[in-house]
């Protein structure tokens, strides 16, 4: 089980995709105190790996006391983050407090890409020597990659520049249209490209040594199946059953693209939320609809519940852009 915390809406770059619509730091953010105290609620409704994200969390004054707080719990601290924060000094001060990884976002092994759609010079240069002093100091990290049409072409060559920076692992993130993000809907992956591009994802896993996941893509793991590869995961979509999220001002939700509110936890613990809210109930125990109601595959798959919300407005229906679903002998 992971839950994610935006510890804050406050970030250097302006990211065409933000989930978050960060920026500049909200009012009433959760402060130190209530952030230790979520921790303690995480770590009691038997989370074992808290990321801390945001906006970017290396912007919050008391994140190396947060992490540490979190390592005291028996938690797994890990980040996501742009990584152009990442300094040596930094580096070093997060390995001390007992970060376990660090996930650091690069779109492009093209800096000028990357930038782009970071919106900032030097981001690309920024997060690569970042993951250089990652390596420097002996703090594992993995790259974060969301994948659009245009950079769709060079997945493979991000994982073959992962290796070499010496990253532990490459996530792919597929597109879901919140946020900033629905600004460019139209770059998202369609069905073809979506199943064609989950195929050599697994293909190139089966090349190298780190692992590569993708992720808001859950039918990687009928694909998987079908290429008769055992992973370590156990299910793609684990919004609601196995994960959720958390705002700055502390509201919940079952995923980070999944823009529905369950509740708060300055007005209810989180250990109560994640154990009786009815959304989250229904995510673990409802059919779902439509053609992923009937896939043999959804007990591994799932279906991307936030992707299901939003073209549909209905989180239990089927996931638009998978290409198995009502389709006889595939």
């Not at 909200?26 to 994200?53: H, P, Q, R, W």
């Not at 992490?67 to 028996?74: I, L, M, P, Q, T």
């Not at 070093?92 to 492009?108: C, Y």
């Not at 089966?206 to 995961?233: H, S, W």
Request: hydrophobic letters at 35%; one cysteine or more; aromatic letters at 10%.
């Amino acid at each position: 089980m992971l839950v994610s915390w935006n510890t804050t809406n406050a970030c250097n770059l302006y990211c065409e995709h933000c989930y978050r619509d960060a920026g500049a730091r909200v009012e009433d953010e959760l402060n130190t105190e209530e952030g230790k105290m979520l921790i303690d609620e995480i770590a009691k409704a038997g989370f074992k790996i808290l990321i801390f994200s945001g906006g970017e969390p290396l912007m919050r004054k008391d994140i190396f006391e947060l992490v540490e707080h979190a390592r005291s719990k028996g938690l797994r601290p890990v980040f996501g983050t742009n990584g152009t924060l990442i300094t040596l000094d930094a580096a070093q001060k997060l390995k001390e407090v007992g970060t376990m990884g660090m996930g650091i976002s690069l779109d492009s092994v093209d800096p000028e890409k990357h930038n782009r759609f970071r919106g900032t010079e030097n981001a690309w240069q920024d997060a690569v020597q970042g993951m250089r002093n990652c390596r420097e100091v002996g703090l594992p990290f993995q790259i974060h990659t969301t994948v659009v049409d245009w950079n769709y072409d060079e997945v493979e060559k991000i994982t073959d520049f992962a290796v070499q920076q010496g990253a532990v692992a490459h996530h792919i993130f597929f597109l879901v249209p919140t946020g900033r993000a629905v600004n460019i809907e139209q770059e998202s992956l369609r069905a073809e490209q979506y199943e064609r591009l989950l195929h050599r994802i697994l293909k190139k896993q089966q090349q190298v040594d780190i692992e590569l996941k993708p992720t808001c893509a859950p039918q990687f793991m009928r694909i998987a199946k079908q290429m008769g590869m055992n992973l370590r995961f156990t299910k793609g979509c684990l919004a609601g059953t196995s994960y959720c999220i958390i705002s700055p001002r502390g509201d919940v939700q079952p995923c980070a693209y999944l823009n529905i509110p369950v509740g708060n936890v300055r007005e209810t613990p989180f250990s109560e939320i994640w154990r009786t809210n009815e959304v989250f109930n229904r995510l673990r125990n409802e059919p779902l609809q439509g053609g992923c109601g009937s896939c043999r595959y959804n007990n591994i798959c799932g279906g991307c519940r936030a992707r299901a919300y939003y073209y549909y407005g209905d989180y239990m229906a089927e996931e638009p852009w998978c290409l198995y679903h009502g389709r006889k002998g595939y």
